[in-house]
């Protein structure tokens, strides 16, 4: 059974950042895919950051490009979500997910090709 276990999470004040870790269970960590995905009260799961089990590729949803940078570390078994110039819009539960593609570049911003969710952590931002 994977286990994915984010942390990070918290209150911050509009205007700052947060560096959201998850940490995956699994030796063979650099088979998956990787993605980062949230959810705010009342809405829909929403696409946030996804990378490639390389590194090389990176894709966001518009509504965060240029603000929140995914990233991994396969030494450590972990990838990390660094999000800046928070808004109060961001609020909500961020998840991270882990799946296994066909292809060393492959990213998706689908929930649906997410095989492993972690429990979540909270992001509040105060305005």
């Known amino acids: 059974q994977k286990q994915l276990v984010e942390s990070g999470g918290g209150l911050v004040q509009a205007g700052g950042s947060l560096r959201l870790s998850c940490a995956i269970s699994e030796r063979t960590f650099s088979d998956y895919a990787m993605g980062w995905f949230r959810q705010a009260p009342g809405k829909e799961r929403e696409f946030v950051a996804a990378?490639?089990?390389?590194?090389?590729?990176?894709t966001y949803a518009d509504s965060v490009k240029g603000r929140f940078t995914i990233s991994r570390d396969n030494a450590k078994n972990t990838v990390f979500l660094q999000i800046n110039s928070l808004k109060p819009e961001d609020t909500a539960v961020y998840y991270c997910?882990?799946?296994?593609?066909?292809?060393?570049?492959?990213?998706?911003?689908?929930?649906?090709?997410?095989?492993?969710w972690g429990q979540g952590t909270q992001v509040t931002v105060s305005s």
């Open positions: 997910a882990a799946w296994v593609p066909s292809t060393s570049f492959s990213t998706s911003s689908d929930w649906r090709e997410y095989d492993y």
């Open positions: 990378i490639s089990r390389n590194a090389g590729r990176t």
